[in-house]
């Protein structure tokens, strides 16, 4: 499957963003789903997941309450809703791909086989 996220910006503090990564294939709406963020001179980590059927989440305690990962199958999308937007939000964000088909929703970027190619947020104080 290939993935493409967009809807990454500039926003102030306090502001809101929606990203969406969009799919080519088939086999979407039978894969998990996640976003994760690399900040500058950080390790790529996760921000949330989402199960084949929308019906289960996963956030990190850094986005818990704040963001919402959500998806339509039948646009092959999935999206993460940002608000109350940070500083330390800052960070390229990836939309990834788990193809395992388990119950599992992984937080490890190994876990996950194929990624978009990122979109920049930036959040200014």
């Known amino acids: 499957v290939q993935l493409q996220a967009f809807g990454g910006g500039l926003v102030q503090a306090g502001g809101s963003l929606r990203l969406s990564c969009a799919a080519a294939?088939?086999?979407?709406?039978?894969?998990?789903m996640g976003w994760f963020r690399r900040a500058p001179g950080k390790e790529r980590e996760f921000v949330a997941a989402?199960?084949?059927?929308?019906?289960?989440?996963s956030y990190a305690d850094s986005v818990k309450g704040r963001f919402t990962i959500s998806r339509d199958n039948a646009e092959n999308t999935v999206y993460l809703q940002m608000n109350s937007l940070k500083p330390e939000d800052t960070a390229v964000y990836y939309c990834?791909?788990?193809?395992?088909?388990?119950?599992?929703?992984?937080?490890?970027?190994?876990?996950?086989?194929?990624w978009g190619q990122g979109t920049l947020v930036t959040v200014s104080s």
């Open positions: 990834a791909a788990d193809s395992s088909r388990g119950s599992y929703l992984f937080t490890a970027p190994l876990s996950y086989d194929y």
């Open positions: 294939g088939r086999a979407f709406s039978t894969y998990a």
């Open positions: 989402i199960n084949w059927g929308g019906s289960r989440t």
